[in-house]
């Protein structure tokens, strides 16, 4: 190569590195020139960083301070924690991961009072020792190394189960251990010595106890209640609930009652669980017996009983057949006095029956003696068989009560006049004093009110020697005319029942046992029946007696009004306006005075008839007593005769011997005689017949008009014993009654179509058709034919409560039981004996006629 070519070639890369070099620094400046612009950035930077680091600075000395601050607080919490901590009564204490004591508060330590090795730093190990070799521990029987050992091993297990121990203080601690996360123990030390105490008396009581929370969980339950559910024992856990305990048993056959029903049964258990009310009993598998109770606490959790009832069960089970066995016993008793007594009153009628027949006849006076005392004693032994057999009827509860319609008014009238012989004999008055406001009839049993009626007069007449029996009756409204409360006390003037033995009476064959009282028969059981029945009535009976002053016996029924069938006639009195009554007993004299005053009458009373005799002129009506002191009512008539007064004379009498002796012309002048008490309507009866009587200026007798060819009443009756026939046959003998009998039902039927009776008595045990049947034939005739259903009435000598409703839902009417009295049989037929018939008594239509068949039939 040239020269000059390597002189181009040289200028050219000099050229070349000219322009690099030219290019190379423009880059470079450029370099430079961000350079400096980021230098300048990164300045700006520096400062802002130099800034923050001085704000941090500043920040990092206030954290530092409120740093300072905070661990200040920390000290101050901790100080306060430990103070509290201090303060409980429960112990707490910190052990450290090698088991030595950091801290303890003092409840922890008072436990070890007095040993001075328990301090922060000793071994937990140490501590057990210390507490069993040092005694503050009372373990028992057991071995101080085993008791040790047993608290150690527990000590490591986790988590720490919880342990009770008691102190030889006698208190218990329950402790609580829990082990950190950083190998601590944080121990915690409870006395529950009052809660060891109650849960030592709930285990303590013989019954099964048991606490369930709100949600139905198992608080607690003392071992009682786990040995009675033995079965589901091993679920008896707090915590688990009612339902799976339950469940839990019904699988282990703990509740026989759940056999085959288990879910039925686990839902009414639930039922009755979530609503406890009263107790049930529940029978466990092995055969005893449990009462439960429940109730819920206020908490609305539930708190439960189970008392074990296993002997009361048995003795109830045992009383239970007892009461079966007696019961049957009782039913045989009462078939057996039911047999008894109509085994015996079927003799007894004829005994008595026939005795009164024959007192009838004429007797010689020894004869007369005998006859008396056979029917007295029949009679005698009549009620006290009653008495008894009503007391067992009532014993059994077989007595029923059938009410019905009745005259009460009537039946107090009735039972007073059917005790008048023994009144009589011994000059007493009975009385009876009826609310002259008080309806008389009632709807009640007419039968058992006779009787406590019975009861109450008879005694009265039996333990009074002298002055009067007063029965009286007041009542008012205990609901707007339907029923009335009815007050009725019977008063005697009798020897008086002192006041420690007012009790004793009316206690079963009680009496009052002293000189004066026991020369009385009786059997003690009338007052004890008469306030069973009072009962039975829903009424109640009293006393009031001081010994030697009378004795007044009182009760109260309630009853309904029935409805009046006849009213009490207004008897016509247009020629009466002024009565005159003379009576030396103040009692009589109010009762007549009221009864008259309601007529609208004048009265004037007098006590004896001399002084009466001078105002007898100016009264259009005398009614006098028959027995008075000095006068007595027939000598005070003639007296008034003599004196010219020519009104009517009306004598009240208790001798039944004058009531023939009536009429104007005889010699007495007396226009009528009636038998004391005198009912009402009986006395306004009396007052209508006389005072017409004045005007016509005639004399007409208390009887019926005059005789009429009117037919006698027709009797039918079917009784299948000859003796019984007889009997019935001379009861009525006398009477102006068409009787006729029939062997058995059959004939009874054939006759009744015959004869259409007014009346029927109708035995019931009959051969071929008995009563019942008969009856049910004579009904079904009266049916066929449109005709008025006759009164039958039962003749039986069955005198059990079954027997008198069977007779009366056979359609008869009423019911008669053997022995047949004579008054009862005239009673019947005087209260069905119709009006268009012939008089009863024959002689009715003859005034002035002394036959004595009809005031005895009034009497009844
Ligand atoms: P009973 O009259 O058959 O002895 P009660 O039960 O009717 O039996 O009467 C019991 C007793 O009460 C009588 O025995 C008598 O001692 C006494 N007692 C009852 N009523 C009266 C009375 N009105 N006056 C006196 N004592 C009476």
New binding site residues.
Partial sequence: MDMTERLATERRKRLAAERLLDQKSRELFEANRRLSQHALTLSDEIIETRQTAEDLRGQNTQVLSELAEVSLEADVAKQRLWDSLETVKDGFALFDAQNRLVIANRAYLSVFDGLEAVVPGIRYDEIVRLSVEEGIVDIGARAASDWIEEFLTRWHQNPVPTRVVRLWSGDYIKLVDRRTPSGDMVCLSMNITDMMRMWAAVEAIPDGFVLYDHDDRLVMCNDRYRDFYADSAPIMKPGNSFEEILRYGLGNGQYPEALGREEDWLTERMNRHQRPEGMIEQRLPDGRWLRILEERTPDGGLVGLRVDITEQKRQQMALDRARVAAEAANRAKSAFLANMSHELRTPMNGVVGMAELLCETELSEEQRLYAHTIRESGEALLSLLNDVLDYSKIEADKLQLHPEPFDLERTIYEIVMLLQAPARDKNLDVLIDYDLFLPTRFVGDRGRIRQIFT?LVG??I???ERGHVLVRVVGFEAEEGALQQINVTVE?T????SRD?QDH??GEF???EDQQ?RK?????????I?RRLIGMMGGEIWLE?EKGEG?C?GFSLTLPVAEEREPLPAPETASVRHVLVVDDQEVNRTILERQLSQLGLEVTCHVTAETALGVADSTDLVITDHRMPGMDGFTFARELRRSGYSGPILMLTSNPACLGKTGRNSESGIDLVLQKPVLRRALYEAISTLAPSVQAGSVAAAGPGPASPRRPMRVLAAEDNRTNRLVLGKMVEGLNVDMRFADNGNEAVAAFREVRPDLIFMDISMPECDGKEATGAIRRIERETAALPVPIVALTAHALQGDAEDILAAGLDACLTKPLRKSDILAAIEAHHPADCAPLDPAASVAGDTAETLPRLRAI
Avoid: C, H, R, W
């Avoid at 009798?494 to 029942?497: E, T, V, Y």
């Avoid at 009385?520 to 004890?528: D, K, Q, V, Y």
């Fill in positions: 009861n005694n009265a039996k333990f009074t005697d009798g020897i008086g029942i033995m009476i009316f009680n009496q009052v009282n009385f028969e009786g059997t003690g059981l009338g007052l004890a008469t007696s004795a016996f």
